[in-house]
């Protein structure tokens, strides 16, 4: 009778099944031990769709959707402002990075949300009404007459403001979501292979409403090409809510690291609450020496300020990179445009060239050129490889400004596929400092930390962002020397990066693994130098913290 009846996996049940895999490292799924032979196989075949849960494709399907809608909207905003609100391009500039510092600013906010009160699947729906709501208002009153003739800028602020505060509310919830579907330990491949699937869902929705978007823009006016990424949010709405009963949901630990951070500093301020007064100031915050924080959670907080550290010069990476959706676009629109027949190449279109290199680039860094690298010597250790980024970024900022010497000196003979280099050495130095920036990050911050350390990370994003919206409001230089000032203040960057991370310890093993033996005092100090010395008979003193 048992055996006849249809049986309803559970989110415990598939836990159960791949805890019983213990140590084994096949990918198939291990059951628990049933007499029941229906039961084993509805369990198998009910908790997972193409390898993975069955909660995946909806979580994959809203990124896509989402992040259609961002990037197609940040593809027009420039020409928006620029032109068809009567900004300039030094103020649309200007404002457009302004929008993406609060878009990157507000993850504080959503991260709060989700870890305080509301958990993530609740944060992610009630944020993307408010996106949604962003959208709504900017389409309707980008139509001509709605606002006035042309449209009145407080429409674009209002929605681009609901749309920042959406976007950058849901941003760190909805990867750390899709990693709670994944039962750990057990299901780590699953994992990797879902990031993976994620990173193709963000590049695919980018590539394609830079493409779609402008043209909308020029056939059907800013209405219809702001209104298409609204319809789509919708859709990602629907589509994360249908997947509602399949979702493995985390309750919201109601606990506040980023506020624990900030108590942890202020007490480090007050090395007298000590009882030893030669001991290192931020172990002030130790219970033992008259703080209120345990040790462990002491040491956590010291290796994020660690990264910190690393990440002090990364804003200026972002500086350079994020100007691909404002100063490149305006270069390409003084450029000539190349029809392809299903497609016309204007300065806006060109965005998608970044989508679609990182996708084809990518595979082709970690297979052939890193491995090659390796083989020949070099440590491909994130710091090294970030190091590089810089440069390579910089590089293309020298590009930039040789091309546009040459739009210049004669715009009509020089058409937008001149700014294809410069579009793949921007992509090259992405994928080493953003993409090995955040394995970098997030393989060094402590299990109980690695949201604050995510959160910091956007919060780069913002400053760099900032940093160009004054330089453009100022306007101090020509567009040519604009690009050699970045250019420059990359290179200074990656000097004072080179410098400031050449003691760095790393705290994986496998970073470590990939030069020589450690010897055992640096093992148990948790790390290897970033740059650092293969002598594994030098002596290391246990007690070393390298860079505070």
Known sequence: RAARTRYLPTMKDRTEAVRSRGSSQSDELALPD???????????????????????????????????????????????????????????TSLVH??????????????????????????????SFVYAAGNAVLAVTAIRGVT????????????????????????????????DQFVIPGEERLAERFFSLFYVAINSGSFLSSIITPSLRRSSG???????????????????WVGRRRYRRVPPTRANVLLEFVRVLRQRRHPKRATDTHIDPLDAAKVEHGGTFESDKVEDFRAVIDIMFVFIPI??????????????????????PLDLGFVTLHGEEMNAANALLI????????????????????????????????????????????VQIA??????????????????????????????????????????????????????????????AVVAELNPFGQVAEFFFFASLMVLAFLWFG??????????????????????????????????????????????????
């Open 98 to 127: 302004i929008w993406i510092v609060l878009s990157y600013l507000s993850p504080l906010g959503g991260a709060y949300i989700s870890d305080c009160l509301w958990g993530k699947y609740k944060t992610i729906m009630r944020l």
């Open 34 to 92: 049933d007499p029941l032979a229906l039961r084993e196989d509805t369990l198998r075949k009910s908790s997972y769709i193409f390898g993975f849960p069955r909660s995946i494709p909806y979580i994959v399907g809203n990124e896509f959707c989402e992040r259609f809608c961002y990037y197609g909207l940040r593809a027009i905003a420039t020409i928006y402002f620029a032109h068809f609100l009567g900004f300039g391009e030094d103020r649309a």
């Open 499 to 548: 410098w400031s991370t050449r003691s760095y310890t790393y705290r994986d093993a496998l970073y470590r693994e990939e030069t020589a033996p450690v010897p055992a005092s640096l093992a148990a100090a948790d790390g290897a130098g970033a740059y650092g010395d293969d002598n594994d008979d030098a002596a290391v003193d246990d007690d070393t913290r390298p860079m505070l």
């Open 407 to 468: 739009v210049n000196d004669d715009p009509h003979n020089v058409t937008i596929l001149w700014q294809l280099p410069q579009y793949v050495v921007i992509t090259s130095g992405e994928i080493m400092v953003s993409i090995t920036g955040l394995e970098f990050a997030y393989s060094q911050a402590p299990a109980t930390m690695k949201s604050v350390i995510m959160s910091l990370w956007l919060t780069t994003v913002a400053i760099g962002n900032l940093l160009v």
């Open 222 to 240: 800013y209405g219809v090409a702001f209104g298409l990424p609204g319809v789509i949010m919708l859709v990602a709405i629907f589509f994360f």
């Open 315 to 336: 804003p200026i990476f972002w500086s350079l990179f994020d100007q691909q959706a404002t100063r490149w676009v305006l270069q390409g629109q003084q450029m000539r």
């Open 148 to 179: 006035g003739d042309p449209p009145h800028w407080w429409g674009a602020a209002l929605g681009l403001l609901l749309i920042a505060m959406g976007t950058g509310g849901i941003k760190p919830c909805v990867s750390a979501f899709g990693g």
């Open 359 to 402: 996708v084809v680039l990518t595979p082709v860094f970690n297979a052939v050129l890193y491995p090659f690298l390796r083989k020949s010597g070099f440590k491909m250790r994130p710091l090294f490889r970030m190091g590089c980024g810089m440069l390579i970024a910089a590089g293309a900022f020298v590009v930039a400004a040789f």
